[in-house]
């Protein structure tokens, strides 16, 4: 039998950048800023922030390199490349990897489709001074299905023409304009009146809290979900990836970038949300309601009305901004599944990013009809299967592949003591914390399933 992956040409990186590119876009999304704002409001503020920088130290890089170790040894897609590492009992990870890339996109999409009707409707100063009316407004319903159906058929496309190069290079400027606009706002936000009460809830964190396993439990899921963990897309990527570079520093960049455009988002939105007093209209710090989940989309335009004509185009640009920032992140989504369907079962890319395409539209209607549900399915997929997945992966490399992955690792990375390092963080600190957050994320975890059954049939 010929060994397919022998015969196969596979894409591959060109050049180091481009694949640093490609994993920061995948990392870099709604999830830093539309998530994070969201769930940073949820989690009560500076505690949820300071747990959320540790598990992006402590497991999140580690965890990453594990991905790209795992990425570039199989030089194949996740499902193929689990049980080609670990063994034919290994399958249902990979599975799971392409369920969580379905399950999240089905969502994800709907609140891209958000950023395109903000990116419209800002210009056109509609968004008025009600924003939370506003959301309530587009966020479910016909609207919402209208450009959700749009964005997933861009995702489509792009997957499908394979111009997802032409996309990094636009990538290549747009995001760092998007951070360097969050920086521009971050200032104004700073020049708000009222905004150090803003700064003391993001800033500040209250010690009880610290070990409050909601608090952790939102801050690892975060950490998961900003970084792509835990669904095999970083593994994916890696294995385009044929140059030997220090994995650990690349994963080191990644979450360093990642995490900086979230905590810039932060620096804005806080301020705004005390300023303008939108503590309620958010339901802040308890009463968490409907609009919590929109958390950016109502904070953002109520701060920027203000400001006029500027404002409304500073915001259409930020919103445009983040629509990429989105598209960059839904491929790699699409790319889990397709490239799991191409090497599965043999079809052609084409008709697995169709197909799967179709699929995941359809699914995803339900969470464009309503917000319980998109949160629901964010709380099962894009929180608790993304741990257990990292788990699970912490596992694979750590126990079943030990000595591979360190001589995969050792091909870029050197120095013998921070191989040693990793070894320790993946073996036993990653899974040890995993488990005590998975075991913290059970009642949710579980409820969530609950709402998507009932919710789902109804
Ligand atoms: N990391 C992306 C974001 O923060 O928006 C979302 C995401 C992309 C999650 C790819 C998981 C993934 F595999």
Redesign the pocket.
């Given at each position: 039998m010929t060994d397919p992956a022998a015969t196969r040409s596979r894409d591959s990186w060109a050049t180091r950048a481009g694949f640093i590119l490609a994993a920061v876009g995948?990392?870099?999304?709604?999830?830093?800023m539309?998530?994070f704002s969201y769930v940073a409001a949820e989690g009560g503020g500076a505690a949820f922030v300071l747990l959320y920088l540790v598990f992006v130290a402590v497991i999140g890089v580690p965890i990453m390199t594990s991905e790209f170790v795992v990425g570039r040894m199989s030089q194949e897609s996740p499902v193929v490349a689990v049980q080609r590492l670990g063994g034919p009992k290994w399958a249902p990870l990979g599975w799971m990897f392409v369920f969580?890339?379905f399950g999240?996109l089905s969502y994800?999409s709907v609140i891209a489709g958000w950023t395109m009707r903000y990116a419209l409707d800002a210009t056109r100063g509609i968004i008025g001074t009600d924003a939370g009316a506003y959301f309530q407004s587009v966020a479910t319903g016909v609207p919402a299905i209208v450009t959700h159906v749009i964005f997933m058929a861009l995702t489509i496309f792009i997957v499908v023409a394979g111009v997802k190069r032409g996309l990094e290079r636009a990538a290549l400027v747009l995001m760092p304009l998007l951070f360097l606009l969050l920086v521009a706002l971050a200032i104004w936000a700073a020049t708000l009146g009222g905004g150090a009460a803003g700064y003391g809830y993001y800033l500040r964190p209250q010690l009880g809290e610290l070990l409050d396993p909601n608090v952790i439990r939102l801050a690892a899921g975060q950490a998961?979900?900003?970084?792509?963990?835990?669904?095999?897309?970083?593994m994916t990527y890696a294995s385009y990836l044929t140059s030997k570079e220090n994995l650990g520093r690349e994963a080191a960049t990644v979450a360093l970038c990642?995490f900086g455009v979230a905590f810039v988002a932060g620096l804005v939105i806080f301020p705004v949300i005390f300023h303008f007093g939108l503590s309620s209209t958010i339901g802040l710090g308890g009463a968490i309601s409907d609009n919590t989940v929109g958390t950016l989309f109502i904070a953002l335009p109520a701060g920027l009305d203000s400001l006029g004509t500027l404002g409304r185009v500073v915001l259409s640009t930020f919103f445009i901004m983040l629509f990429f920032?989105?598209l960059t992140?839904?491929i790699?989504?699409l790319e889990?599944v397709v490239s799991a369907v191409i090497d599965g079962w043999g079809w052609s890319r084409k008709q697995a990013a169709i197909w799967f395409g179709v699929m995941i539209a359809l699914a995803g209607l339900p969470a464009a009809f309503n917000l319980n549900f998109l949160d629901a399915a964010d709380k099962f997929v894009?929180n608790f299967l993304?741990i257990v997945g990292g788990f699970f992966t912490a596992i694979l490399v750590g126990y079943t592949i030990p000595a591979k992955a360190d001589a995969e690792l050792a091909q870029g990375m050197t120095d013998p003591a921070l191989r040693k390092a990793w070894a320790f963080f993946v073996r036993y600190l990653s899974p040890v914390l995993l488990l005590i957050v998975i075991w913290f994320m059970l009642p949710t975890a579980w409820n969530a399933l609950v709402t998507l059954l009932t919710l789902g049939r109804g």
């Open positions: 995948s990392a870099v999304g709604l999830g830093n539309w998530r969580c890339g999240i994800y998961f979900f900003s970084l792509s963990l835990g669904m095999g897309a970083m990642d920032a989105a992140s839904s790699s989504l889990v894009g993304l």
